[in-house]
């Protein structure tokens, strides 16, 4: 590994949390480059489950630089709380590194996120409601609050002073809301002004430097491709690029820099949240998948909705990410059950599609066509090697690789770090 790139090829939820542990015990450096407290990845390490939110997976190595990058928006209280648990667990975040281009999260930003959700009621997309597409819009506007206005007390002032009239207007009138207090949030911001002096720098010239020198570096991507806000299920998105150009725009790094970009994507596929999902499975299946793959969102503990790997939409995450290869999670889920199916096209008013479509509406009405495979009962979550799994699975991972064309070279077959089988290609 020099440069890593290691995304959700799903709506998310894949595993990546254990992936880019996998990869990050050989970095040097890992970065965060988009997304913000949205995320949650679990790591666990014997008997102990760290679950992270904002900080880069990166800091539970004590030789690797976790790198917060310009891409990303932060909730500065969040992010202070999450080092205070690290701590408590031994782990030193002292290397921690924010960029000074990143975006706060404001306490308006977070109401607004709450108050736009609810008035959309049947419609709503599935916010968590931490404000980051609110953040990410002001970003846009040009009228968001970085990192590097808190540094100075006077900027940081007339900056949130002019902009807390504007959300103001917009709290009360349009929503009924209460209105913030200027001197309060000042003063709740003061309070991190000494953390982030310590913590904030020129990151993409961090990451630059690092990449001339040959260290390692992995890039994580939070949320995963379908949830792009380009190139994912709009509006049932999320309100940054998941795909794997911006880990080179949301890092400050040139696209050359980067060498592999590592798919993950279960064996089957969830969905948090509202919007289109073809093959899920709301039955006796969807609900094996749930309870035997712990299927409950990191950040707001809701029950994920499950189904059938898609291998259209697979591919799709192939061509728009230019994926060198494929780490698949969650195998040994599938243990126990008779029959397994495979989503190999579309039927879109009478015919077959075999590309993912771009419009909503197709997604709305069209039905999967299914490819079944005899399922395994062997429990495989301490298989090591490719060879040793059944047939059955053996079978299952082969026809999910010549149809992507990318080879997969990674299968994770149990929570723990070590529970992997690699694949030499």
């Given at each position: 590994m020099s440069t890593t790139v290691v995304l959700g090829a799903q709506w998310g939820d894949e595993g990546k949390g254990k992936v880019t542990d996998f990869f990050a015990s050989n970095a040097d450096m890992v970065v965060r480059f988009q997304g913000g407290n949205n995320a949650g990845h679990t790591i666990v390490v014997k008997d102990k489950t760290v679950k992270l939110s904002l900080t880069p997976s990166g800091v539970l190595y004590p030789n690797c630089i976790p790198v917060i990058a310009s891409g990303c928006v932060v909730d500065i209280g969040f992010l202070i709380d999450e080092l205070k648990m690290l701590e408590e667990n031994n782990i030193d975040t002292s290397k921690l590194k924010l960029s000074s281009n990143a975006h706060l999260i404001m306490p308006y930003h977070k109401l607004l996120d709450e108050l736009i959700e609810n008035k959309l009621g049947k419609n709503m997309i599935g916010t968590t409601k931490k404000g980051i597409g609110p953040?990410?819009?002001?970003?846009?506007?040009?009228?968001?609050?970085?990192?590097?206005?808190?540094?100075?007390?006077?900027?940081?002032?007339?900056?949130?002073?002019?902009?807390?009239?504007?959300?103001?207007?917009?709290?009360?009138?349009?929503?009924?809301?209460?209105?913030?207090?200027?001197?309060?949030?000042?003063?709740?911001?003061?309070?991190?002004?000494?953390t982030v002096k310590k913590i904030m720098t020129d990151t993409s010239l961090l990451i630059s430097n690092a990449a001339k020198e040959g260290k390692n570096i992995l890039f994580e991507g939070a949320q995963g491709t379908l949830l792009d806000i380009d190139h994912g299920t709009y509006p049932f998105v999320t309100s940054s690029n998941t795909t794997s150009a911006n880990a080179a725009i949301g890092s400050g790094i040139g696209p050359r820099d980067i060498e592999k970009i590592v798919g993950v994507t279960k064996a089957y596929i969830s969905r948090v949240g509202t919007g289109p999902f073809l093959t899920e499975q709301e039955n006796e299946i969807g609900d094996y998948l749930i309870d035997k793959g712990a299927e409950y969102g990191v950040v707001t503990g809701r029950r994920r909705r499950c189904g059938w790997l898609d291998l259209v939409s697979l591919k799709y995450s192939v061509r728009v990410n230019s994926l060198t290869e494929l780490f698949i999670t969650k195998l040994d889920v599938l243990s126990g059950l008779d029959e397994l199916n495979l989503n190999i096209a579309y039927e879109v008013d009478g015919s077959e599609e075999i590309d993912f479509p771009r419009e909503q509406r197709i997604l709305e009405s069209a039905k999967p066509i299914y490819k079944t495979?005899?399922?395994?009962?062997?429990?495989?979550?301490?298989?090591?090697?490719?060879?040793?799994?059944?047939?059955?699975?053996?079978?299952?991972?082969?026809?999910?690789?010549?149809?992507?064309?990318?080879?997969?070279?990674?299968?994770?077959?149990?929570?723990?770090?070590?529970?992997?089988?690699?694949?030499?290609?």
């Open positions: 953040c990410y819009g002001d970003k846009i506007q040009r009228q968001g609050i970085r990192v590097q206005d808190l540094y100075d007390e006077n900027i940081f002032r007339e900056k949130v002073s002019t902009i807390l009239e504007d959300k103001n207007e917009i709290i009360t009138k349009i929503y009924d809301g209460e209105p913030f207090d200027l001197e309060q949030v000042l003063d709740q911001f003061n309070e991190y002004r000494d495979f005899k399922g395994w009962s062997e429990d495989i979550s301490n298989v090591t090697s490719f060879d040793n799994l059944p047939d059955e699975a053996k079978e299952y991972i082969k026809f999910i690789e010549d149809f992507i064309q990318v080879p997969i070279t990674f299968i994770s077959v149990g929570p723990e770090r070590n529970q992997n089988i690699i694949i030499e290609q």
